[in-house]
């Protein structure tokens, strides 16, 4: 009897390693318990297509207030709009870069680490500080009209009034994501220029804090006052980017921050300032023209749109700028004899701080003379503020709070009412009258105010909180970089 033989049941019994390109991927699926079926298989497949149809859904709902309901040139402003300012957002944050070359290497090698990793760390507590709370606080709804601002934590992503805005025929209608990411860049500004003030002995724990604080609630509590139509902006108040919202809060808060710390060791003796020269100029030069360059998404990108007024203010910065380094070095060369690398750099900038709050309320000749003014002040301010006994190891607060007032009060001197060409003169020197001028002499003031008594707060809290905010004075004479972070920047050079 011939029995039929049965051909033995070929089981999955290949191995993985062995598999081919193409059924190397069906062969993992099936070796894992509950997808050795065909069924399981048909089953997993439908997840793509609900995620799919999920999103389809979502889609759909936000639809009704979407791109296809713009006119093309509505849809085409809108994208130009939110585009050129997410590349402002861009060139704002690379600033840190900036800020952090130029305090490092006006600064000794000993505390290179130390810096850096504070101008680092900054931005990113500065974004979350600020996404948590801070942006809710500077651009809410009211609580105390003109004074006080909540919406609530967190930052609302949503889209649709920017979209409604953009339909209506608006320009600058920004979605918020973008708004909320160039905002957070300028709180970390302000928040970046206070390590420069306290650098080469503060505490690096302490410092976070610090910056924690300033980030949440002190500087959009104040920036709200002004750029969220509050009594500052009532007044008639003019700040454009922000020369005393950002600059000078950002001055005043490491100003005292320093005078709580006392000097470094060494700085004084006998009641004269020392020479403590920084330990690369190559790169702090590297970051000044850096921070020139981010100067174009800080004072440009403030225009929150793109339109025609983008170029003029990029002008009016680059004159400020300019004039600055010019004066500053002249005047440098007059009082010590030779032109100082260091009072170049600090130049530039106080011409760019300088510009900051009339970049869009100067003529280009304005604009220029405001700058060469902030180059002469910043020079005289340095030497006033080793006078009075106060270490600034990089010159933060001439640069940033000196002339941060200056340039918030200048728009009352020869500001005009506006970019357009012939544009009435608003200043005390060119026929507006001396209203301009004391508005903008008390927001500089009001400013000042609120920033030294709360920074004085937190920092007094903070100190009594964690014992001091200052390191030992072995660990100064060491250098944070080994005390505070356990490493050297040049661990293959013999530290000096």
């Not at 609630?217 to 002004?226: E, L, R, T």
Request: aromatic share 10%.
């Amino acid at each position: 009897m011939n029995t039929a033989m049965s051909s033995p049941s070929r089981r999955s019994s290949a191995r993985l390693q062995d598999a081919s390109l193409l059924n190397g991927p069906m062969l993992l699926l099936r070796s894992i318990r509950g997808l050795r079926t065909n069924q399981s298989l048909i089953w997993l497949a439908t997840v793509p297509l609900a995620l799919l149809g999920l999103g389809i859904f979502t889609f759909s709902a936000r639809a009704e207030v979407g791109l296809s309901d713009l006119t093309g040139t509505q849809a085409a402003t809108f994208l130009a709009d939110n585009l050129w300012l997410f590349v402002a957002t861009i060139l704002v944050i690379f600033m840190n870069a900036g800020f952090a070359m130029v305090e490092a290497g006006m600064c000794r090698q000993k505390n290179a680490v130390n810096i850096l990793a504070k101008n680092l760390f900054v931005f990113a507590l500065a974004v979350t500080a600020y996404w948590v709370i801070g942006y809710s606080l500077m651009y809410g709804g009211s609580v105390v009209d003109g004074w006080l601002y909540f919406q609530g934590l967190f930052v609302d992503p949503d889209p649709s009034s920017a979209l409604e805005c953009a339909a209506a025929g608006e320009t600058g209608c920004l979605v918020p994501a973008v708004d909320f990411l160039f905002q957070a860049a300028f709180a970390g500004t302000a928040a970046t220029i206070v390590s420069g003030l306290v650098a080469e002995r503060v505490k690096f724990g302490e410092f976070v804090v610090f910056s924690l604080v300033l980030t949440a609630f002190i500087y959009p509590i104040a920036g709200s006052w002004q750029w969220n139509g509050g009594w500052l902006s009532e007044l008639g108040f003019i700040d454009f980017a922000g020369s005393s919202i950002v600059h000078s809060v950002g001055g005043w808060a490491g100003l005292v921050g320093a005078m709580l710390l006392g000097p470094r060791i060494g700085k004084f003796v006998n009641g004269k300032a020392q020479a403590m020269p920084g330990h690369n100029m190559a790169i702090a030069t590297l970051g000044a023209l850096v921070l020139w360059i981010g100067w174009y998404g800080f004072n440009p990108g403030s225009e929150l749109a793109m339109d025609q007024y983008v170029a003029y203010v990029a002008v009016t910065t680059t004159l400020a700028a300019a004039g600055g380094a010019i004066a500053a070095t002249v005047v440098s060369t007059i009082t010590s004899g030779k032109p100082d690398l260091t009072m170049i750099i600090n130049g530039i900038l106080a011409g760019l701080v300088s510009i900051t709050a009339g970049c869009g309320n100067m003529t280009f000749a304005g604009s220029w003379l405001a700058g060469a003014a902030g180059g002469v002040i910043v020079v005289f301010a340095v030497s006033a503020l080793d006078a009075a006994g106060i270490d600034d190891p990089v010159g933060a607060f001439s640069v940033h709070g000196v002339c941060g007032v200056w340039g918030t009060v200048v728009i009352g001197l020869w500001g005009v009412d506006g970019m357009d060409p012939g544009a009435a003169g608003i200043g005390l020197l060119n026929g507006g009258g001396l209203s301009q001028f004391l508005i903008q002499a008390l927001g500089a003031a009001a400013y000042g105010l609120w920033t030294v008594i709360t920074c004085w707060i937190a920092w007094s809290v903070i100190g009594g909180f964690f014992g001091g905010i200052r390191v030992s004075e072995s660990e100064e004479i060491q250098g944070l970089d080994v005390g505070e972070h356990g490493m050297e920047a040049y661990p293959d050079f013999a530290s000096s």
